[in-house]
């Protein structure tokens, strides 16, 4: 079977903590250059929840990475399978868009357009104002989901990466 994987990093890199997921697709891409495949493909996304559900049609299975703002310690990671588990809707709620993630999920799932799995990982912010640069407790945070991303993947049946660089 053709396993077409999707990694999303969702973020704004001007506004410091937001750019958690841009930098791990710019991570990944380091990790993984020069093993490339039609099955993979990395992106970076702002997050608005209709192109989203656009951007993961056809993948089997996709990966989401986004900063988060739940009050908790910044650089604490969460992971939702999202066949699992609902993701809270307060959750991943740092974009300016007003239909985020926790929405896109719900009505992908009402359309029955959800991919087979759908893994979101929240990287804990501390600081969302404009600027360039991660908290050093993001950075780890980045580091520390790479590595279970990599993880992840290494045991699908598909060689990495193909890139494509998607701006909505």
């Known amino acids: 079977m053709n396993h077409k994987v999707l990694i999303v990093g969702i973020g704004n890199a001007l506004r410091q903590d937001d750019g958690a997921g841009p930098a791990l697709a710019s991570r990944l891409e380091a990790s993984l250059q020069g093993r490339r495949s039609e099955r993979l493909t990395v992106i970076t996304h702002a997050g608005d929840g209709l192109s989203l559900m656009e951007a993961w049609g056809g993948f089997h299975q996709v990966v989401i990475v986004d900063a988060a703002r739940s009050g908790a310690r910044p650089g604490t ?34 359309l029955r357009r959800l991919p087979r799995r759908l893994v979101v990982y929240g990287i804990e912010g501390a600081h969302f104002g404009q600027g360039e640069g991660l908290s050093p407790e993001v950075s780890r945070g980045v580091e520390e989901v790479a590595r279970a991303v990599l993880m992840d993947i290494a045991s699908l049946p598909v060689n990495p990466v193909r890139r494509e660089s998607q701006r909505y």
């Open 77 to 110: 990671v969460y992971r939702f399978e999202v066949g699992e588990e609902d993701l809270p809707h307060d959750f991943c709620n740092c974009s300016s868009h007003q239909f985020g993630i926790a929405e896109t999920i719900a009505l992908a799932r009402v």
